[in-house]
Each structure stands twice: as C-alpha cells, then as structure tokens.
T-cell receptor
Framework: DSGVTQTPKHLITATGQRVTLRCSPR?????VYWYQQSLDQGLQFLIQ???????AKGNILERFSAQQFPDLHSELNLSSLELGDSALYFC????????????FGPGTRLTVL | EDQVTQSPEALRLQEGESSSLNCSYT??????LFWYRQDPGKGPEFLFT???AGEEKEKERLKATLTKKESFLHITAPKPEDSATYLC????????????FGTGTLLAVQP
C-alpha cells in the first residue's frame, strides 16, 4: 500500500458525460501528479500540482481539468467524454516538486460506452 | 524529443533463470531514473531511483544499474511471484518532476 488513495475504483459512463476522479496524497506529500494509462499509449503524464498550484502540464486535453485543494487532495475533471478516454487514471504523490520519488495510487478505471 | 525505450517487450523465464531488462533513455537534463513494478490492473509500485551514472541499487532478487545512456534491471534467480510488468521512467529537469515512461517489459516466470 503506497498511502495514496483514489476514488472511485471503477467508473462506467456514457459519451458526452462529465466525471470527477479524486485523489488523496500520502501524508506529508505536497505534490500530486495525474497520469493516464491506455493500452496503446502506456503511462502518459497529464498534470502536476504542488501545494495547490499548477506546476507542469503534459498532454492534457482541454476537456480535462484538475485542481488541488487546501487539504492537498486533488480532483481530475473529465468532460465531454469520448470512447477514447477509456483508460486507467493514476494519481501519484511526492514530498516536493523536484526529483523526489513518486508513489502511485491504485488507479481509477474509466470506461466510456 | 525526450524518450524512454524498454526491451524486450516481453520475457519468459524459468524459475531460477537470471536475466536483465534494458531501459535506454534520451532525456534532457535527466533528474533521476526510476524503476517500477506493475501488476495487472494495479498502480505502479516503486522499486528504485538512480541519480547518477555508475550508481547501483539492490533489493532482494533485483539489482538496478545506471550508465549515461541506459539502465538495467537484473533479476537473479527469479520466482513466479516476480512475474509483472517492469516500467522504467526518466525524470525531467527544470521545475517539474514529470516522468517519461517506457512501455514496459512484461516478465513471466514459470515454475
């Protein structure tokens, strides 16, 4: 158990809908990262937050957004969902924003029908 | 372009048969080379971080090494429970800790 929690574990929804994924980092960690893992793409970095502020963006679609709250938990919002958004979404956390080790949560499996 | 490439894509070993997994990288300003283990449907589990060429780290049957161009994950006398996908990732420099992942090596260890 890495100490990173994610909810829900599974999410099934329809195209065009909006969903919110939630992540709680390890105690004491200030950075939260979101990654997408699909069969054909592998693990892809989406976005990083450090102590409430956006630190880095990867290949995140405009339909996707995230935020980190004062209690350091984070939410990833996915809207206007498409079939191709079906994937595993992982949250990771680290102590700082530099080269610290990232610890991953168990993931949320999103299925868009 | 920053890139991490892992080989082989899949590897089947007999229990006790040692081998190595390769991770080659071209990451500008690399700030760490990370190894993770991932079981099906689960989150990546941290194994090692290597920061500089020549560095080595060991944990049970696993040993990770780093050169200026690649990293190896050596598996000595593997057991069936070592079966998993092993992921390698390069950490970018600058103000971010973004990881660039390889596509992984799927290891199957047969009894």
């Amino acid at each position: 158990d890495s100490g990173v929690t994610q909810t829900p574990k599974h999410l099934i929804t329809a195209t065009g809908q909006r969903v919110t994924l939630r992540c709680s980092p390890r105690s004491g960690d200030l950075s939260v990262y979101w990654y997408q893992q699909s069969l054909d793409q592998g693990l892809q970095f989406l976005i990083q937050y450090y102590n409430g502020e956006e630190r880095a963006k990867g290949n995140i679609l405009e339909r996707f957004s995230a935020q980190q709250f004062p209690d350091l938990h984070s939410e990833l919002n996915l809207s206007s969902l498409e079939l191709g958004d079906s994937a595993l979404y992982f949250c990771a956390s680290s102590v700082g924003a530099g080269r610290d080790t990232q610890y991953f949560g168990p993931g949320t499996r999103l299925t868009v029908l | 372009e920053d890139q991490v490439t892992q080989s082989p894509e899949a590897l089947r070993l007999q229990e006790g048969e040692s081998s190595s997994l390769n991770c080659s990288y071209t990451v500008s300003g690399l700030r760490g080379l990370f190894w993770y283990r991932q079981d099906p449907g689960k989150g990546p589990e941290f194994l090692f971080t290597l920061y500089s060429a020549g560095e080595e780290k060991e944990k049970e049957r696993l040993k990770a090494t780093l050169t200026k161009k690649e990293s190896f994950l050596h598996i000595t006398a593997p057991k069936p429970e070592d079966s998993a996908t092993y992921l390698c990732a390069g950490g970018l420099g600058g103000a971010t800790n973004k990881l660039i992942f390889g596509t992984g090596t799927l290891l199957a260890v047969q009894p």
